[in-house]
C-alpha cells in the first residue's frame, strides 16, 4: 500500500510515494520507500546524479534536462518536501558538490565543461528561497569529465576527465595543480571524505590514491602519491568509502569487488591490505557502487537491480530487483547508515538498508563472543534486539 501525495511548484507535478507496510516481492517495491519525481512538461528527463548537503538537510537532485532540483528532506518520514528547481542556461550538469558550509553549490556543465558557482539564499526557518549563478571558472577539460568535487575541509576542488587529466582547485576558481592519472582511460575520480586524498581508477587494475598535501597556514604545498590499491586482474569501474575514509571499496572489470583496510601511515611504510572479496553478477553494463558509512555493507549496481553484500563474509545478503526500467545513474548510503538513495530514469529511489540491520547483528554478536563490561553487553543485546525488530517488520 502507498500514499500518494501531490504538490505543485510551477508546471511540475511532485509525487512521493512511502511504503506504509513491507512488502514481499522486488517487483512490488520490495522492502523500500522511494521518492518519485514527475515533471508534467518534460518526458525524456532522466536523473543523473544526487548529493547532500554536509547537514543532511538537503538533498540535490540533477536532471539531464538542464535543471538541478534540491529536496528539503531533514525528515524523510514527511509526506511533503520542499523544493526549488534550478534551471542551468543551454546546458545540464554532469556533476554537482555542496560547499562544506552548505552556502553555495558547483555544477560541472556537460556541453561548455564549465565550473559554475550557485550562491544559495535561505528564508528564516533555514529552506532554501533562491539559488543564483554568481562565478564561472574557465574551462580546462576537452574530454568528458567523470569526477568533480569539493574537499569536505573546504581547502580544495577536483575535476577529472576520462582523457586522464586531472585539475586541482582551489575555491576562487585558481588551478593549483594539473596531473596525469596515468591510467590509458580514466573511468572515476573522487575526493575521500576525510578531504585528504584524491583517488582516480580506469583502464589499469591499480587504483592510485593521492593525498593533497598543505602547509600548517592553509598554503598548498604539493601532491604526493601516497599508495596504491592492488589485486585486481582487470580495470577498475568505480571506488567508495566509509565515513572516514579507513575503508575503501572497488569493483573491477575482473568480476570481484575488494574492500580494503585503509587506516593507514602511508609516510612510515605502512600499506593497505585487502579485508574481503566478493563477486558480483557481471553484465555488459560498468556497475557503481556504495559503501555503508559503517563499511559494512557494499551496494552494487547491476543494471536495474542492486545487491547487497555483507562485507564481513563477502556474501550477497539480498537483490533488489528492476529499481528502474533503465540503468542506475548513482547510488549513496546516507549518514545515518539507514537508506541507500538510488539515482535513475525519472526518481530518485530511497531504499532502507535491511542488510546493515542484518550486519550489525553479526557484528554485536562477534563482540559478545568475547569479554566485555556489563553495560557494553547490556548495550549489545539492546542493539541486537531492536534490529532483529526492525528485520521483522521488512519479513526478514
Known amino acids: 500500500m502507498y500514499t500518494r501525495v501531490n504538490c505543485l511548484l510551477n508546471d511540475s507535478e511532485f509525487i512521493v510515494l512511502a511504503s506504509v507496510a513491507p512488502i514481499a516481492s522486488a517487483s512490488d517495491y520490495d522492502h523500500f520507500e522511494f521518492i518519485r519525481v514527475d515533471e508534467i512538461l518534460a518526458e525524456h528527463e532522466t536523473i543523473i546524479f544526487l548529493r547532500r548537503n554536509a547537514s543532511d538537510e538537503v538533498l540535490w537532485i540533477v536532471k539531464i534536462n538542464g535543471s538541478v ?27 554537482v558538490a555542496w560547499s562544506p558550509d552548505s552556502k553555495a553549490f558547483i555544477v560541472h556543465t556537460v556541453r561548455e565543461n564549465h565550473v559554475i558557482v550557485y550562491k544559495i539564499e535561505k528564508k528564516k526557518d533555514g529552506a532554501i528561497a533562491s539559488a543564483a549563478p554568481v562565478i564561472t571558472f574557465d574551462k580546462v577539460h576537452e574530454g568528458d569529465v567523470i569526477g568533480f568535487d569539493i574537499s569536505s575541509n573546504g581547502k580544495f576542488m577536483m575535476s577529472c576527465s576520462s582523457n586522464n587529466d586531472m585539475v586541482i582547485w582551489d575555491l576562487k576558481g585558481q588551478q593549483l595543480n594539473r596531473l596525469d592519472t596515468y591510467l590509458m582511460t580514466t573511468h572515476t575520480a573522487k575526493i575521500s571524505p576525510c578531504g585528504r586524498f584524491v583517488v582516480a581508477t ?188 526492525t528485520l521483522a517488520k521488512f519479513g526478514k
Open 69 to 95: 532540483i534540491l529536496w528539503d528532506v531533514r525528515d524523510l518520514n514527511q509526506k511533503e518536501h520542499k523544493t526549488l528547481r534550478v534551471n542551468i542556461e543551454f546546458d545540464h550538469a554532469s556533476h
Open 202 to 389: 580506469g583502464f589499469a587494475p591499480d587504483v592510485k590514491v593521492m593525498e593533497v598535501c598543505f602547509t600548517k597556514n592553509g598554503e598548498f604545498k604539493q601532491i604526493t602519491k601516497a599508495y596504491e590499491l592492488t589485486g585486481h586482474s582487470s580495470g577498475v569501474y568505480d571506488v567508495a568509502f566509509d565515513v572516514d575514509t579507513s575503508h575503501i571499496a572497488t569493483i573491477s572489470k575482473d568480476g570481484t569487488w575488494k574492500l580494503y583496510h585503509t587506516k593507514i601511515e602511508y609516510t612510515r611504510g605502512e600499506s593497505p591490505h585487502v579485508l574481503e572479496t566478493g563477486t558480483y553478477t557481471q553484465t555488459g553494463n560498468a556497475p557503481h557502487i556504495a559503501l555503508s558509512p559503517n563499511a559494512e555493507v557494499l551496494a552494487v549496481s547491476v543494471d536495474s537491480s542492486v545487491e547487497f553484500y555483507d562485507t564481513y563474509t563477502g556474501k550477497l545478503y539480498d537483490t533488489v530487483e528492476n529499481v528502474y526500467s533503465g540503468l542506475i545513474n548513482y547510488m549513496k548510503f546516507d549518514a545515518s547508515n539507514n537508506y541507500l538513495f538510488v539515482c535513475g530514469d525519472r526518481a530518485v529511489r530511497v531504499l532502507h538498508n535491511v542488510c546493515g540491520y542484518q550486519t550489525t547483528i553479526d557484528s554485536c554478536t562477534r563482540l559478545l563472543s568475547s569479554k566485555q563490561t556489563s553495560a557494553t553487553m547490556e548495550r549489545l543485546n539492546k542493539t541486537i534486539k531492536e534490529c532483529k525488530e
